[in-house]
């Protein structure tokens, strides 16, 4: 079955990195399209950063310029690497997988995706 599980999450302080990895299994990771989302306790779950299949990305704007998403399906493994950290960053952070490919403007809807790690929480102090 399916399987994703995220790490690299920790405890940073303002204007820190940290580069999280989804390593994923039992799937065609090459072809699926992948992206990171986050969620704070009680609010939605939003979108990050998105790739797809050919390597085009997408970023959310309140990470653009600051975080990175990439590929190696060498290894299936997903990643983002998120520099200047700030405490807004702060949540729980996701990696979701899908095998269809999907419309840029669609591409940070949560029900778009049909798979999900567990989650590695991120918390960023000031």
């Known amino acids: 079955q399916v399987q994703l599980v995220e790490s690299g999450g920790g405890s940073v302080q303002s204007g820190g990195s940290l580069r999280l990895s989804c390593a994923a299994s039992?799937?065609?990771?090459?072809?699926?399209?992948m992206a990171w989302f986050r969620q704070v306790s009680g609010k939605a779950r939003e979108g990050v950063a998105a790739?797809?299949?050919?390597?085009?990305?997408r970023y959310a704007g309140s990470v653009q310029g600051r975080f990175s998403i990439s590929r190696d399906s060498a290894e299936n493994t997903l990643y983002l690497q998120m520099n200047s950290l700030k405490p807004e960053d702060t949540a729980m952070y996701y990696c979701?997988?899908?095998?269809?490919?999907?419309?840029?403007?669609?591409?940070?809807?949560?029900?778009?995706?049909?798979?999900w790690g567990q989650g590695t929480q991120v918390t960023v102090s000031s």
């Open positions: 039992a799937f065609t990771f090459s072809s699926y399209s």
């Open positions: 979701a997988a899908d095998s269809r490919r999907f419309a840029w403007w669609s591409v940070f809807l949560p029900s778009k995706y049909g798979y």
């Open positions: 790739i797809d299949a050919d390597g085009s990305t």
